[in-house]
């Protein structure tokens, strides 16, 4: 119930709608875009748009996390969910889950739209050849991930900062900063060692673990008031 | 019922609140006093469950907020000087998820009533962005009644209220206290607090510096008395003086002249006063007792507190 009203509050914002439609759309205009890319072989470019595809609309939630928790704590709106006889652990998951299930939605979306484009302009062959059921699988799971990470690190940059706009910007420089990452390994993924790519994954859920536990911490019902 | 027992919170090296003890029956409203910072928020989160005491304990119908804040947060309605609402939805889906989130099975009717008892009849299915601030608050005070709280919290309900609204809302807690539900209100408005609360507790620093009957703190101390006179303010002063009689304020009124003193002993007092502007050639139109206003008797609470 926490995370509906949540999500229907979010959505029911028009530039958000707009900002989750030009997430799905970035993937497919760049597909056909640098359709001459990549000579003979396209096949790297084909993997990391898709590896954008899938973690270009997490970026949406950064302003859902930053929507539910620091503008919640900005418009006093807290104080009332807080004296209300829910456990402190309803709240916390009522909101991942409202931040979660929208942003990985649009990930299933903006997969799907790739997959679509790239086979238009490269060939049915070719895309399913390269991306198949256990690569879509893995990519939406990368996305899952990158989403806990996103909703889980803004909760606990809310819980320090004042503004809704704060923890959108410091949340926003981060995954960023994460997604430069990740592309830029996923262009190099075919040269580089097994082990530094189990790394990285490894790295992302401790970070995941550590953001969590962090929230959980500080969007206990003590903290959140005292902090109000 | 609110019994607060011996409460203390620390904020790190901070106390916020120090060995509070107060009661707040059932058909009673009483008044949480104090200036800013004094403790008073900090005491109605605790005892609507949202913070936990560091020491004692507060219990509300009967539940301790220490062993189960759940259920203690149950039986609050809590009402703060912001109405905080999801002013992206309406009255009724306002109200229906917050009826949800305290289990309330079927709360169809109990939303209809709400709507009407606050006026927002007709505005039920409006977004709650469309309101004025009164009916904001308004908003706020059926969110809080929603699940039939038997305790009410009400923290600066009336602040940025019309008075006309303030009128409505002081109308609406008076009803709520016929109910025989118990109502905490904290507020600096002292006026507000003199018309409807029957008790005061006063908090400063952190501690509780006197609890009464709203009358009984009005009336302590020294009785005060006005005399409305004809005379030379000169020549009344240095009457009064010289019957020992310490003046506290002179004022004009209609051309008359308006003395005020106190008197421990009112009968031997004021019948010397009375002989010593007489015989000073004065002409008296009244005599009468003043009591204080909860502010003054406020002010001067505090005012000792700090000595």
């Known amino acids: 119930m926490l995370a509906r009203r949540e999500i229907v509050e979010q959505y029911s914002d028009r530039g958000a709608a707009f900002r989750a439609l030009f997430f799905v759309a970035l993937p497919i205009a760049l597909i056909f875009l640098n359709r001459g890319t990549g000579g003979r072989n396209p096949d790297p470019v084909l993997l990391i748009f898709a590896l954008q595809a899938a973690l270009l609309p997490t970026a949406t939630a950064i302003n859902a996390a930053a929507g539910s928790f620091a503008a919640e704590k900005e418009a006093q709106t807290l104080v009332p969910l807080l004296a209300a006889p829910i456990r402190d652990i309803d709240i916390v998951a009522g909101k991942l889950m409202a931040v979660l299930l929208p942003a990985a939605g649009l990930a299933i979306v903006s997969l799907a739209a790739y997959y679509t484009a790239a086979s238009i302009v490269f060939g049915q062959e070719r895309v399913e050849r390269l991306l198949t059921p256990t690569t879509l699988y893995g990519l939406f799971a990368l996305a899952v991930f990158f989403i806990m990470t996103v909703g889980a690190w803004v909760m606990v940059v809310s819980a320090r900062v004042g503004s809704q706009r704060t923890a959108q910007q410091i949340a926003g420089f981060v995954l960023g900063g994460l997604i430069v990452a990740l592309s830029a390994i996923g262009s190099l993924i075919q040269n580089l060692p097994a082990e530094l790519v189990i790394g990285v994954v490894v790295a992302v859920l401790v970070s995941d673990l550590v953001a969590l536990e962090l929230a959980r911490r500080f969007w206990n019902r003590e903290e959140a008031v005292a902090r109000l | ?307």
Not at chain 2, 19 to 26: P, Y
Not at chain 2, 66 to 82: F, H, K, N, Q, Y
Not at chain 2, 90 to 110: K, M, V
Request: hydrophobic share 45%; proline share 5%; charged share 25%.
């Open chain 2, 1 to 307: 019922m609110i019994e607060v027992r011996d409460v203390t919170r620390r904020f790190g090296a901070f106390t916020a609140l120090s060995h509070a003890s107060f009661v707040v029956r059932s058909g009673e409203i009483v008044a949480l006093l104090g200036p800013n910072g004094a403790g008073k928020t900090t005491a109605s989160r605790i005892i609507a469950g949202i913070l936990a005491p560091t020491e004692g304990d507060a219990i509300v119908d009967g539940i301790s907020v220490r062993e189960d804040p759940d259920r203690v947060r149950a039986r609050i309605g809590l009402v703060t000087d912001s109405p905080s609402l999801y002013e992206r939805m309406t009255l009724r889906a306002y109200l229906t998820y917050f009826a949800r989130l305290y289990d309330l099975p079927a709360p169809g009717p109990r939303i209809a009533e709400l709507a009407d008892l606050m006026g927002l009849a007709p505005n039920i299915d409006q977004r709650l962005a469309s309101f004025s601030r009164g009916m904001k608050q308004k908003a706020a005070i059926a969110r809080a009644l929603v699940h039939e709280p038997p305790v009410l919290l009400l923290d600066e309900p009336a602040t940025a209220l019309d008075p006309e609204m303030t009128q409505t809302l002081r109308g609406l807690i008076v009803s709520l206290r016929a109910q025989h539900r118990a109502i905490l209100l904290c507020t600096h408005d002292l006026d507000e607090a003199q018309r409807i609360s029957d008790r005061v507790v006063i908090v400063d620093r952190g501690r509780i510096v006197r609890e009464g009957a709203t009358e009984e703190l009005r009336s302590a101390g020294r009785p005060s008395f006005r005399a409305e006179i004809v005379a030379d303010e000169t020549a009344a002063r240095a009457a009064l003086a010289s019957a020992d009689i310490a003046v506290d304020g002179v004022t004009r009124s209609n051309g008359n002249l308006e003395l005020r003193w106190t008197a421990a002993d009112p009968a031997e007092t004021n019948t010397r006063a009375l002989r010593a502007l007489l015989d000073a050639g004065a002409k008296v139109i009244t005599v009468s007792s003043e009591t204080r206003s909860l502010e003054d008797a406020y002010l001067e609470i505090i005012k000792e507190s700090r000595q």
